[in-house]
């Protein structure tokens, strides 16, 4: 189950980008994942120190809609591009930002692209 939240490093930075969606964990002070009780917690008000663990979706989806990137990992390799909305919810490419490859598993080239997706927002 663990591998379906982002690590530790990555969930600090999506916080210090702006991060603050329901996430079903968080990470203490020790860096350990742990489960939000929903009954006890209030989504959005962790203790200070603590940060929220997203699903690896939910940091996809967070760059498309915060940053305007895509990023797609694939089997061996990933692409981001610049995206915009239009008014019909269609969505245009811009550009291609960047393609990678090879690697030898798709949790390697996830890792590496939103290493990357990172990194072109905090250059924006």
């Not at 209030?42 to 690896?56: E, T």
């Not at 989806?61 to 915009?84: A, C, H, M, Q």
């Not at 008014?87 to 798709?106: Q, R």
Request: glycine residues 2%; charged residues 25%; negative net charge.
């Amino acid at each position: 189950m663990r591998n379906n939240f982002v690590p530790f490093e990555y969930a600090k930075e999506l916080k210090d980008l702006g991060f603050n969606e329901n996430c079903f964990a968080y990470y203490d002070l020790a860096e350990e994942l742990k489960p939000i009780d929903h009954d006890l917690v209030n989504f959005r008000s962790l203790s200070d120190g603590l940060i929220y663990a997203p699903l690896w979706q939910q940091a996809f989806k967070f760059f498309r809609d915060n940053y305007k990137l895509s990023g797609i990992p694939l089997d061996n390799s990933y692409e981001i591009f610049r995206i915009e909305f239009k008014d019909n919810l269609d969505i245009k490419v811009t550009d291609c930002v960047n393609y990678e490859y090879p690697y030898s598993c798709f949790e390697q080239a996830q890792w590496d692209c939103i290493f990357m997706l990172i990194r072109l927002a905090k250059e924006a």
